[in-house]
């Protein structure tokens, strides 16, 4: 098991679990009118299709949880960031601490390495100042891990193409 970061469209289309209720045929609306209670249905799972359509995957990078997190060590100092640990002796004491001046690009980069591995969406505004700040480092630190050059090429993509992500 590991992790899979979604590249997808930010779409406008609304979610209609978001907003609405699937119909329910006990529902005093379609009590004498089972037609009705069938069209809705459909028109719900319509909505539903078109939602998922427009926020398609157009492209993934998988990755076990351990690697993704030697990928963030390797760019944290770079980027301006210390990892550190208070307890030596507890491997899950970590802390991040902002190197750097507090901006609102070094805000957006912070998330990237505070950002649940498990789940959430990144959104196109991330990944495109992670792509800007990548390009500006030098080969040797974008290929300081194994994966890490697989991961930049999917982060070019993804801000070239105006994608978010999804963490799955």
Request: hydrophobic share 35%.
């Amino acid at each position: 098991m590991g992790l899979n970061i979604s590249a997808i469209a930010n779409s406008d289309a609304i979610n209609p679990v978001d907003v609405w209720n699937y119909p329910d045929e006990s529902d005093f609306a379609y009590r004498n009118d089972h037609a009705r209670f069938e069209r809705d249905c459909k028109i719900y799972d319509g909505l539903l299709e078109d939602y998922e359509t427009s926020r398609g995957e157009l492209n993934s990078f998988r990755i076990g949880y351990g690697d993704f997190f030697k990928i963030r060590v390797a760019l944290s100092k770079p980027l301006g960031f210390y990892y550190y640990k208070k307890d030596p002796h507890n491997p899950f004491d970590l802390w991040l601490e902002m190197g750097r001046k507090s901006t609102q690009e070094a805000q957006l980069i912070q998330d990237f390495f505070l950002h649940s591995d498990c789940d959430g969406l990144f959104d196109v505004n991330h990944v495109k100042q992670l792509a800007r700040e990548l390009d500006e480092l030098k080969a040797s630190q974008l290929s300081a891990t194994k994966h890490l050059p697989e991961f930049y090429e999917f982060v070019k993509f993804s801000a070239n193409n105006n994608l978010m992500w999804e963490f799955e």
